[in-house]
């Protein structure tokens, strides 16, 4: 608002000047309080800024020591590389070692033969249905199957009697083979490769040709590959590999051979000359580890500093840093130093403490690291040390298995008793005579595991002379029912005493068998259900835990959400089950509730509440917005009292000059008086 001004020429006085001197000494230092207590707003908002882009960059120097591939730390070297190399693992043994590769792990390849004539990849194959089961070929040249692989079927009709629509029908479908069509020069031919190496994956094809005969080799019969029929050819035998070291024979049935040395998993590439060896030797690799310990000591040690500076004293003839007596930034400062404080207790490694890393903290917070300490526990334990920084759990019992735990489980050890074992659900059936002949009378039974109905069983016809011979056939045909294969289901069928055992693999009161249908009295088989299995029972942390299966649930407390395995052993007291973050995610929780991911906000986001640095920045911008108004208002106020004094004094100058006219008027008059002379 615009007052009305006077010079002054009633009174002679110089009013613009008066009524601006006292405005502005009502105003001038209400403002230059609210410019400096915004100014200082403002600076306090950007060294908030440097410290959040600190505390980030210090929060991700240490990122890849809460990944355990990080401390995979050891390197190896062979002799040989394309014969064998290794991978190795967190705690891989270090040492040396001479091995011979005997033999590589292959996969059983066969060929449809040269004598059946496909003139094209369209040729027709014939109809029917195709039985792959997987197993062992034996010496006798009989054929062994697998119990544990289940049979695949595949139906072969007018859509796909082709022989490229034959290997697209395989290598569409869910098979352990894949399929493929070679031009020999004379004919198409099927390649038949098993997607598994080893002995006892090879694989026996049986069919149902329509034209009425199974074996001869027309139609889909000429794929026949069995003990007794073959009508393919084979070009690859399945087979273990087989490696020599130190002078101790392994097989295995892949060419990655685990469990030979701790941590260490061996690549087979090729074979060994008679008489030849390759050597390998593994040496511990810290330098990873190390750099990243290196890089979490400098980036903590920055981010210190950096707080030293935002908030030091300058005395009196120094600057104070732009953070000087604010509490917040020693509260995170503290916060900081309780983590490196922290102690890991439960792993019983070398490392429980920064201080066994070499970490020792200075007079002014940063950190300093002793390299012969760090080299030493890195030498005598890395393990420890992976379990320092990462977050692990274990229990004291050998029996006991970690399994998880939840966002509400508080680190620490808790108490386990068990107070009951989880069964399998098991049904019992007396065993047939031997030998013991099935045929299309008495083949076929239904049969009911863990709640899930199995298609028709059908066996195989036949005569079993051994009970070995027909348990193997019984469990090969429940375990490769579709319903079974599709919910991944399985049992597991052992004869003692002339009982047949019917038991689930799974565990707890979910795991059932019944059997619901049998064809023929003659099978052996009777309709009935077995004994159910029982979940687990137990306490943890003196609670008692919700058991499904082998495992126990902690539901309340601070255990909350803490699982085991409990797989046997001992009822009662079972030790102690301990989870513990890791150094890497308790700095990350307290880091999270610090920094402000939302910064860049070039007027905060008071409308949410979040981290500590969010809530200060936040509560800045509040402040420079209440200063603003209160500016607003001052000026207002300023305003009003400026227009108020000009009336004052514009009614004073008015009044002067009245009196002064009225002064002028007396002494004309007077002047005018007879006889009144000035003089």
Do not use: C
């Amino acid at each position: 608002m615009t007052a009305i001004t006077s010079t002054g020429l009633g009174s002679g006085l110089d009013i613009n000047s008066i009524v601006t001197a006292i405005v502005d000494a009502e105003k001038d230092p209400a403002l230059a309080s609210m410019t400096s207590a915004a100014a200082a707003a403002t600076a306090a908002i950007s060294a908030y800024g440097v410290l959040n882009s600190e505390l980030s960059a210090f929060k991700d120097s240490y990122e890849d020591l809460s990944r355990s591939s990080t401390f995979s730390a050891a390197t190896s070297s062979s002799s040989d590389s394309g014969i064998l190399n290794a991978t190795l693992g967190i705690g891989a043994a270090t040492g040396s070692w001479s091995f011979e590769v005997e033999q590589q792990a292959k996969a059983q390849t066969i060929v449809s033969s040269s004598a059946n004539s496909y003139t094209e990849s369209a040729s027709e194959v014939g109809t029917g249905t195709i039985s792959f089961s997987y197993g062992s070929y034996e010496t006798d040249g009989s054929f062994s199957i697998n119990p544990d692989k289940a049979i695949e079927t595949l139906t072969i009709d007018a859509s796909n009697n082709s022989l490229g629509e034959l290997r697209d029908a395989i290598n569409e479908g869910d098979y352990s083979v894949s399929a493929s069509i070679i031009d020999d020069g004379s004919n198409y031919r099927l390649v038949l490769t098993n997607k598994e190496t080893g002995e006892e994956n090879a694989m026996q094809l049986t069919v149902v040709d329509d034209d009425g005969d199974n074996s001869d080799a027309t139609g889909l019969s000429a794929l026949t590959y069995s003990a007794d029929v073959k009508n393919m050819d084979q070009t690859s035998t399945a087979q273990d590999a087989k490696i020599i070291m130190n002078g101790i024979e392994i097989t295995r049935s892949t060419n990655e051979i685990s469990s030979v040395i701790e941590g260490v998993t061996l690549n087979i590439g090729g074979e060994t000359e008679v008489g030849e060896t390759v050597s390998l030797t593994i040496t511990q690799d810290t330098s990873a580890v190390e750099d990243q310990i290196n890089a979490f000591v400098e980036n903590y040690n920055n981010t210190i500093t950096q707080m030293n500076s935002l908030t030091a004293y300058g005395g009196e003839s120094g600057s104070d840093g732009a953070l000087n007596g604010d509490s917040t930034v020693r509260n995170i400062q503290n916060q900081m130093r309780a983590v490196l404080n922290t102690t890991v207790s439960h792993s019983g490694g070398v490392v429980q403490s920064f201080a066994d890393l070499g970490m020792l903290t200075n007079l002014d917070g940063t950190l300093s690291l002793d390299a012969d300490t760090l080299t030493a526990a890195m030498n005598n334990d890395m393990e420890s040390i992976a379990n320092f920084f990462t977050a692990s759990g274990g229990a004291s019992d050998s029996l006991i298995d970690f399994e998880s735990k939840s966002t509400f489980t508080v680190p620490g050890t808790y108490e386990l008793e068990v107070t009951k074992l989880a069964t399998q659900g098991v049904l019992t059936n007396s065993a047939p005579t031997m030998p013991f002949t099935i045929d299309s009378s008495n083949d076929t039974f239904k049969i009911r595991l863990d709640g899930f109905l199995s298609n028709d069983i059908v066996l195989s016809a036949g005569t079993y002379n051994t009970m070995e011979e027909y348990t193997t056939e019984l469990q090969s045909k429940i375990n490769s029912d579709a319903n079974f294969v599709e919910n991944d289901l399985n049992m597991s069928i052992l004869e003692s005493a002339g009982v047949l055992s019917f038991t689930s693999n799974s565990y707890g009161s979910s795991s059932t068998v019944a059997i619901t249908e049998v064809e023929n009295a003659s099978l052996g088989l009777t309709v009935g259900g077995g004994i159910n299995g029982e979940d687990v029972e137990g306490l943890i942390a003196g609670v008692v835990a919700s058991g499904e299966g082998q495992y126990l649930l902690s539901n309340s407390g601070d255990s909350q959400g803490l699982k085991v395995q409990v797989n046997g052993g001992v009822l009662g007291d079972r030790g102690t089950v301990t989870y513990s973050q890791g150094m890497s995610s308790m700095f990350d929780d307290m880091l999270d509730g610090v920094i402000d991911s939302n910064i860049s906000s070039s007027e905060g986001d008071t409308g949410t509440s979040g981290t500590t640095i969010d809530g200060k920045i936040d509560s800045l911008y509040k402040k420079i917005a209440s200063l603003e108004e209160q500016e607003e208002s001052l000026t207002y106020k300023m305003d009003k009292l400026e227009t108020r004094l000009y009336t004052q004094f514009n009614a004073m100058d008015i009044a002067v000059s009245s009196l002064n006219n009225t002064m002028s008027y007396l002494e004309s008059t007077l002047d005018a008086l007879p006889g009144y002379s000035n003089d």
